[in-house]
Nanobody
Framework: VQVEESGGGFVEAGGSLRLSCTVTGLSFDDYAMGWYRQISGKGREGVGC????????YYGDSVKGRFTISRDNDKATLYLQMSSLKPEDTGTYYC?????????????????????RGKGTLVTISS
């Protein structure tokens, strides 16, 4: 199984960015999926998750209303659309496969992630 995040980069505060996560070697639509991030000097934080068909989504409190998770099962790809970016969003973003998505899982994606994870993509937001 290979999980690969992409789309990270350098953006000014208030800007937008879209991350992608492609998954191969896994029956993608059998799994819920999620994003989490590693903020410098802090622990890992759940960004959010969605169910196998994208019908139900949960987000961490710090990104609600600004970030949107979506998926394309035909392309086995997960997306994270980020807007109104803030300097405190700076960090490395990871995607992961999950057994399920709930409010609890969305806030702690890293804790509930299965052993299918990517190496992350770095997002840097300037003030």
């Amino acid at each position: 199984v290979q999980v690969e995040e992409s789309g990270g980069g350098f953006v000014e505060a208030g800007g937008s960015l879209r991350l992608s996560c492609t998954v191969t070697g896994l029956s993608f639509d059998d799994y819920a999926m999620g994003w989490y991030r590693q903020i410098s000097g802090k622990g890992r934080e759940g960004v959010g998750c969605l169910t196998w068909n994208g019908a139900i989504k949960y987000y961490g409190d710090s990104v609600k209303g600004r970030f949107t998770i979506s998926r394309d099962n035909d392309k086995a790809t997960l997306y994270l659309q980020m807007s109104s970016l803030k300097p405190e969003d700076t960090g490395t973003y990871y995607c992961a496969a999950l057994k399920l998505c709930s409010a609890v899982v969305g806030a702690q994606v890293d804790f509930y992630a299965l052993d299918y994870r990517g190496k992350g993509t770095l997002v840097t937001i300037s003030s």
